[in-house]
Nanobody
Framework: EVQLVESGGGLVQAGGSLRLSCAASGFTVDDYATGWFRQAPGKEREAVAC????????YYADSVKGRFTISSDNAKNTLYLQMNSLKPEDTAVYYC????????????????????WGQGAQVTVSS
């Protein structure tokens, strides 16, 4: 059974940093396309960052480029999202995600469709 369990959310001041972790079981994290999404109150869920399982390509949303980094540790079978220079507009519930297949649309890496979701981790950035 595939499971994704997140940790590391919390409250941080603007300009601070947090690292989210997503422990995977039932599959090897580097064998699937993986990523992070977020959903702020009243807004749709959006892709933040995702990685291909077949090549080194990584997607970052424009709003987080240069501040967030997606990575993984094969030995721990864990996906990470390092978030630096946090802003109040980064406040949201963050979800890790995994897909059996990597998808490209018109040559660009897509973060969807998603086959498996984590339970979500609240990140709150105060001004």
């Amino acid at each position: 059974e595939v499971q994704l369990v997140e940790s590391g959310g919390g409250l941080v001041q603007a300009g601070g940093s947090l690292r989210l972790s997503c422990a995977a079981s039932g599959f090897t994290v580097d064998d699937y396309a993986t990523g992070w999404f977020r959903q702020a109150p009243g807004k749709e869920r959006e892709a933040v960052a995702c990685r291909s399982s077949t090549d080194p390509n990584i997607y970052y949303a424009d709003s987080v480029k240069g501040r967030f980094t997606i990575s993984s540790d094969n030995a721990k079978n864990t996906l990470y999202l390092q978030m630096n220079s946090l802003k109040p507009e980064d406040t949201a519930v963050y979800y890790c995600a995994a897909s059996v297949w990597t998808t490209y649309n018109s040559g660009s890496l897509s973060c969807t469709p998603v086959d498996y979701w984590g339970q979500g981790a609240q990140v709150t950035v105060s001004s």
